[in-house]
């Protein structure tokens, strides 16, 4: 069993940054590739980005691209999203998930969740 807890969450003027953070648990020896997915209200879960257990390969949405970042640090077990340039539109629940793929971009090819953090974007 794996356990992600993310973290970071915030209220933020649009043009703004925030790191969230996802710190991973269980099952070491496991290669984990890892992705962030956001929900806003009224909407269905989204994929926003995911890297690869070596951090060599990211995919991004492409309203996100060139504004926000994944990345990783397995000495840690954590792994991160730097977002910048923030927009009203990126206000949502923001979730960290982990899989044993070696990437993913589509919900059911997560095995764990994290809890969801709340990032608020205001205009």
């Known amino acids: 069993q794996v356990q992600l807890v993310d973290s970071g969450g915030g209220l933020v003027q649009a043009g703004g940054s925030l790191r969230l953070s996802c710190a991973a648990s269980?099952?070491?020896?496991?290669?984990?590739?890892m992705g962030w997915f956001r929900q806003a209200p009224g909407k269905e879960r989204e994929f926003v980005a995911a890297?690869?257990?070596?951090?060599?390969?990211?995919y991004y949405t492409d309203s996100v691209k060139g504004r926000f970042t994944i990345s990783r640090d397995n000495a840690k077990s954590t792994f991160y999203l730097q977002m910048n340039s923030l927009k009203p539109e990126d206000t949502a629940v923001y979730y960290c998930?982990?899989?044993?793929?070696?990437?993913?971009?589509?919900?059911?090819?997560?095995?764990?969740w994290g809890q969801g953090t709340q990032v608020t974007v205001s205009s």
């Open positions: 998930a982990a899989t044993a793929l070696g990437i993913a971009t589509l919900q059911y090819e997560y095995d764990y």
């Open positions: 269980g099952r070491p020896g496991v290669n984990f590739a």
């Open positions: 890297i690869t257990w070596s951090g060599g390969n990211t």
